[in-house]
Nanobody, 124 residues
Framework: QVQLVESGGGLVQAGGSLRLSCAASGRTFSFYAMGWFRQAPGKEREFVAAITWSGMSTYYADSVKGRFTISRDTAKNTVYLQMNTLKPDDTAVYYC?????????????????WGQGTQVTVSS
């Protein structure tokens, strides 16, 4: 089993920054990758970013490229999402997730474990 706990969400003005953290515990040695997804009110959950646990590869949604950066600290079993130049459209609940097996990282159905989510609100 794997447990994920997100933190770092909050209220920020447009143009501001936040850094989300996701701490993993449990069978972390079995990770292939970790990802961030978000769900805005009335919308489906969507992919934001992902990183392989080796750190060799990162992936981003077009809507966040150049503004968000995903990273991980294997010693702390933690993945981060640095979010800069935030926009009101970034307002959502952000979830981190773990995929155990090698494969595509853009689709939530392939992830095995999920955190409880953290709210990010960007005011205009």
């Amino acid at each position: 089993q794997v447990q994920l706990v997100e933190s770092g969400g909050g209220l920020v003005q447009a143009g501001g920054s936040l850094r989300l953290s996701c701490a993993a515990s449990g069978r972390t040695f079995s990770f292939y990758a970790m990802g961030w997804f978000r769900q805005a009110p009335g919308k489906e959950r969507e992919f934001v970013a992902a990183i392989t646990w080796s750190g060799m590869s990162t992936y981003y949604a077009d809507s966040v490229k150049g503004r968000f950066t995903i990273s991980r600290d294997t010693a702390k079993n933690t993945v981060y999402l640095q979010m800069n130049t935030l926009k009101p459209d970034d307002t959502a609940v952000y979830y981190c997730a773990v995929r155990r097996t090698i494969g595509v990282l853009y689709f939530e159905k392939w992830y095995d474990y999920w955190g409880q989510g953290t709210q990010v609100t960007v005011s205009s």
